[in-house]
């Protein structure tokens, strides 16, 4: 009698995980039928590459607190407005600006008064060299246990070149940004340790050009802030060849760059409720502000038309979300990220339940797959449904996912999430003056924001990160 009953639980157990296993994939054949309708209304259209080009073209200059980002930010909020969501709103926080005041001067001495000019770029948060400018000969160093090696005795009253390459060996051109950013983002505070009075750094991208690629730097303290300068990879190249030939290279730098005082600003917020659970949110986003050399149309224009398009593409095909989506175009990602600060203080100020961050930050390729960071579980629930999206070319998931603003929700335990977008033409871009419209193609942007649609509405849908 006892096996008897073991064996209807046992296959009872089987039947009900085999009705659950065949409604799901009766509902999920339901959805590829939306999934479709919603790459169809994307790639029909030029929604999302029309209001980028309408931002890059009158705000193209977006730095935290600077006239062209206050633009930016009117611009997308009408751009909100127009898409008809349940609400549109600023949020305040406190930018820091940064000027970059004149053109740099950075060049090669030569004899006879002669000179190489350098294509350079000052650093953002970096201070000036004063109006005369500073020369001197010139150290090469690719880490920091290199710059120890040569201690005060070879640094004091010289400039520091930082010229470590992106290894081009690795496949995702962003791992090779991130093993080489430590001397950009802290170089200048490294070499002030040992008496340098400036730094050069090789600009992070995977290619070789004449395009100076900015970025943020900091300072370790306030006592010995030295300049800091990127130098073209071009540029890169030659010092260095010169240093091997001429040990006692010297340097003229000149930038005019310093902070400001602070200035109020805004994050950019829209919302579509959610029918059933509005109470939950599904934050979606990309941060507006942009350097200032460029349009900022990769980095990160296109990641706000990602988020923005969510809504679009789900009311103009009929979806009511169960939960509310909201959209955060957020304020100065790129300094001190200081929208994202504040829209996470005010999400645990408030108690608001998060369901999920999702963020677009990488630029404009075409999307291949998904980064998440979450438990096991989660992402095993999320890789069920990943099947639908296969003729999208939408394989992958990561594990780990995301961006810096939505980063700031993960002590509150939200998961996050972001579009994996084709890599490799990214670094061209970043942060230079390359960013720029032209460079962006209408297709790739539409097929992110189906993408970014049809990923919400499936976490939406499906109770994969929690009720």
């Given at each position: 009698?006892?096996?008897?009953?073991?064996?209807?639980?046992?296959?009872?157990?089987?039947?009900?995980?085999?009705?659950?296993?065949?409604?799901?994939?009766?509902?999920?054949?339901?959805?590829s039928i939306v999934i479709a309708?919603?790459?169809?209304?994307?790639?029909?259209?030029?929604?999302?590459?029309?209001?980028?080009?309408?931002?890059?073209?009158?705000?193209?200059?977006?730095?935290?607190?600077?006239?062209?980002?206050?633009?930016?930010?009117?611009?997308?909020?009408?751009?909100?407005?127009?898409?008809?969501?349940?609400?549109?709103?600023?949020?305040?926080?406190?930018?820091?600006?940064?000027?970059?005041?004149?053109?740099?001067?950075?060049?090669?001495?030569?004899?006879?008064?002669?000179?190489?000019?350098?294509?350079?770029?000052?650093?953002?948060?970096?201070?000036?060299?004063?109006?005369?400018?500073?020369?001197?000969?010139?150290?090469?160093?690719?880490?920091?246990?290199?710059?120890?090696?040569?201690?005060?005795?070879?640094?004091?009253?010289?400039?520091?070149?930082?010229?470590?390459?992106?290894?081009?060996?690795?496949?995702?051109?962003?791992?090779?940004?991130?093993?080489?950013?430590?001397?950009?983002?802290?170089?200048?505070?490294?070499?002030?340790?040992?008496?340098?009075?400036?730094?050069?750094?090789?600009?992070?991208?995977?290619?070789?050009?004449?395009?100076?690629?900015?970025?943020?730097?900091?300072?370790?303290?306030?006592?010995?802030?030295?300049?800091?300068?990127?130098?073209?990879?071009?540029?890169?190249?030659?010092?260095?060849?010169?240093?091997?030939?001429?040990?006692?290279?010297?340097?003229?730098?000149?930038?005019?760059?310093?902070?400001?005082?602070?200035?109020?600003?805004?994050?950019?917020?829209?919302e579509l409720k959610g029918g059933?659970?509005?109470?939950?949110?599904?934050?979606?986003?990309?941060?507006?502000?942009?350097?200032?050399?460029?349009?900022?149309?990769?980095?990160?224009?296109?990641?706000?038309?990602?988020?923005?398009?969510?809504?679009?593409l789900f009311k103009q095909n009929?979806?009511?979300?169960?939960?509310?989506?909201?959209?955060?175009?957020?304020?100065?990602?790129?300094?001190?990220?200081?929208?994202?600060?504040?829209?996470?203080?005010?999400?645990?100020?408030?108690?608001?339940?998060?369901?999920?961050?999702?963020?677009?930050?990488?630029?404009?390729?075409?999307?291949?797959?998904?980064?998440?960071?979450?438990?096991?579980?989660?992402?095993?629930?999320?890789?069920?449904?990943?099947?639908?999206?296969?003729?999208?070319?939408?394989?992958?998931?990561?594990?780990?996912?995301?961006?810096?603003?939505?980063?700031?929700?993960?002590?509150?335990?939200?998961?996050?999430?972001?579009?994996?977008?084709?890599?490799?033409?990214?670094?061209?871009?970043?942060?230079?003056?390359?960013?720029?419209?032209?460079?962006?193609?209408?297709?790739?942007?539409?097929?992110?924001?189906?993408?970014?649609?049809?990923?919400?509405?499936?976490?939406?849908?499906?109770?994969?990160?929690?009720?």
């Amino acid at each position: 009698m006892r096996k008897l009953v073991v064996l209807t639980l046992i296959a009872f157990g089987f039947c009900s995980c085999y009705a659950q296993e065949n409604s799901l994939a009766i509902s999920l054949q339901n959805d590829s039928i939306v999934i479709a309708s919603l790459y169809k209304s994307a790639l029909t259209s030029s929604g999302g590459y029309d209001n980028l080009r309408e931002l890059t073209s009158k705000a193209p200059h977006r730095l935290a607190g600077s006239e062209g980002c206050a633009n930016g930010i009117k611009i997308l909020f009408n751009q909100l407005k127009a898409l008809n969501p349940d609400t549109v709103y600023l949020q305040p926080a406190m930018a820091l600006p940064w000027l970059r005041g004149e053109k740099e001067v950075v060049y090669i001495e030569l004899p006879k008064g002669k000179r190489i000019l350098l294509h350079a770029s000052a650093l953002g948060g970096s201070v000036g060299t004063g109006l005369k400018g500073l020369a001197a000969e010139v150290v090469e160093v690719k880490s920091f246990e290199e710059l120890k090696a040569l201690g005060e005795a070879n640094v004091k009253g010289k400039i520091v070149f930082y010229n470590l390459a992106m290894d081009p060996a690795l496949f995702n051109p962003g791992e090779g940004y991130g093993r080489a950013a430590f001397q950009r983002t802290a170089g200048a505070s490294e070499a002030a340790k040992y008496g340098a009075i400036a730094t050069l750094v090789r600009s992070l991208t995977n290619r070789i050009d004449t395009f100076p690629h900015t970025g943020v730097m900091r300072y370790a303290d306030t006592t010995n802030m030295i300049p800091s300068v990127a130098i073209s990879t071009f540029d890169a190249e030659l010092l260095s060849t010169r240093l091997k030939s001429d040990p006692t290279q010297r340097v003229f730098i000149r930038t005019t760059c310093k902070s400001l005082p602070a200035v109020v600003s805004y994050n950019v917020i829209a919302e579509l409720k959610g029918g059933e659970k509005p109470e939950e949110i599904i934050t979606i986003g990309g941060h507006l502000d942009s350097w200032d050399l460029g349009e900022g149309a990769h980095d990160d224009g296109v990641g706000c038309m990602h988020a923005m398009e969510v809504i679009r593409l789900f009311k103009q095909n009929g979806i009511q979300p169960k939960r509310t989506i909201r959209v955060v175009l957020f304020l100065d990602e790129e300094t001190h990220q200081v929208g994202a600060k504040a829209y996470a203080a005010s999400v645990k100020d408030k108690g608001e339940k998060i369901y999920v961050g999702i963020e677009s930050d990488s630029g404009g390729g075409a999307p291949k797959g998904f980064g998440m960071s979450a438990s096991p579980a989660q992402m095993e629930s999320f890789r069920q449904l990943m099947g639908i999206l296969a003729p999208y070319d939408l394989y992958q998931l990561r594990n780990g996912g995301g961006g810096v603003d939505v980063g700031f929700l993960k002590p509150l335990g939200v998961p996050t999430m972001n579009v994996l977008p084709s890599p490799h033409r990214y670094f061209y871009y970043h942060h230079s003056a390359f960013d720029t419209f032209k460079e962006i193609d209408m297709r790739e942007v539409q097929l992110g924001c189906a993408a970014h649609a049809a990923l919400v509405y499936l976490i939406d849908k499906y109770d994969t990160l929690g009720s």
